[in-house]
Every structure is written in structure tokens, then in C-alpha cells.
């Protein structure tokens, strides 16, 4: 399902032409706290700024889309980055204090986060795909640029999958006196803490380097 307020905020972002990369990545986190950073609702998330950004560079045709929607991949990947490093905080953070978050919210967030590898590139190219004729002809490059930008990004996606399927719960094995020390955390917990620490974890969430176009 589309995010129009993501999709209308990127347009806008394209449109005035200026610190693209690092405004579509406050954007994407912007939107992943407003759905609680769900990964499952990170294609949703990923199709609303490419569709956002392909519909502004028909309408203004800037001297270079090029240029510009390579800024709006990276800004993506940047958000899509935090996201996972956030997940894969909260869930270390929880296991340092003796707590776990719920079986059920931990699989099913390490079986999102490995899917977002082939949704990310795919996501892009389908919007390129959508813009008019004289656009897309000016856009092939695009693609190669998000397999690049996801090969950046995937050990950080990875590392989140691996610390969500890791539960502490079933790392105890049949010690159920170790079991019985780790409080499980209510369904959803997980979630909330990735949103609070995308607004307010600061540096130790910064996005790895990115070859930059200018803006």
C-alpha cells in the first residue's frame, strides 16, 4: 500500500533540488516510525519514494534525473540501513538486559529483513519502468546504481536478520533455568523500539559511505 505522505514528501524533495540524498533518508525514517518501522512495510515504504521521485523528475525535468534519482536511491538505502541497524540494536539492547521480545514479532522480522535485498532493486527498477518515455530513456543507469547501493547496505540488512532470529529464549536450549531468567517482551515491543531509536539513537545509527552525486 502506497504511503502518500512518504511519496508527496520525496516529490517535493526532488522538486526543490537541494541535500536530496540526506532529506529522502530523514524522510524514509520519517515514515518508517509512523508505521513502526514494520519490515514488511519497507517495500511499501521504498515504492512510495521511487514513485514519489520518478512522478517529480516528469515534472520538472531536471537538467540531470540521472544525477538526481541515484540521490533518491541512496537516500533510500540510507534509511533502509538505519532501519536495520536500529533492529538489530534494540534486539542486543534487550538481551543485555535480560529480556526478549516475542517469538512470533522476531521471526517474522528476520524473515523480512532477508527479502529486502531482492525488493530493493526490484522496487526501483519498477519505477523507473513507470516514468514517461523521454525520463526512463534517461534512466538505465538507475538500476545498476541501486545493486550497487544494496551491495553497500546488505551486511547491515544481514546483521539485522541474524540478531532477530537469534532468540535468547531458544538459545537457552532446554536450560530452563536460563529460559526462566529472560523475560519475553510483549508482542509489538520490538517495533516501538526501533522507531524510538530511529529518532533518537544519533551517530551510532550513521549510514556507511556512499559514492555522493552532487546535489
Do not use: W
Not at 151 to 158: G, K, L, Q
Amino acid at each position: 500500500m502506497m504511503d502518500e505522505q512518504l511519496k508527496q514528501d520525496v516529490g517535493r524533495i526532488v522538486e526543490d533540488g537541494h541535500q536530496i540524498r540526506d532529506r529522502v533518508r530523514e524522510a524514509v525514517e520519517g515514515a518508517a516510525q509512523r508505521v513502526k518501522a514494520t519490515p514488511s512495510r519497507l517495500a511499501d515504504l521504498s515504492q512510495s519514494a521511487i514513485t514519489g521521485a520518478v512522478e517529480a523528475v516528469d515534472r520538472s525535468t531536471p537538467d540531470d534525473p540521472e544525477s538526481t534519482l541515484r540521490q533518491v536511491v541512496d537516500g533510500l538505502g540510507d534509511g533502509l540501513q538505519r532501519t536495520a541497524q536500529a533492529t538489530r540494536l534494540a534486539v542486543e539492547e534487550a538481551a543485555g538486559e535480560g529480556k526478549a521480545y516475542a517469538s512470533e514479532e522476531l521471526r517474522s522480522v528476520a524473515e523480512d529483513f532477508r527479502t529486502i535485498g531482492d525488493l530493493f532493486v526490484e522496487t526501483v527498477s519498477r519505477g523507473i519502468s513507470g516514468a514517461k518515455a523521454q525520463t526512463a530513456a534517461r534512466l538505465q543507469s538507475v538500476r545498476d546504481h541501486a545493486e550497487h547501493t544494496f551491495s553497500d547496505i546488505r551486511p547491515t540488512i544481514e546483521d539485522a536478520a541474524t540478531a532477530a532470529a537469534r532468540d535468547p529464549i531458544g538459545l537457552a536450549g532446554e536450560s530452563a533455568a536460563t529460559a526462566a531468567r529472560i523475560s519475553r517482551e510483549a508482542a509489538g515491543s520490538l517495533l516501538s523500539s526501533v522507531g524510538r531509536l530511529l529518532s533518537s539513537a544519533g551517530d551510532r545509527l550513521q549510514p556507511k559511505s556512499h559514492p555522493r552525486d552532487d546535489d
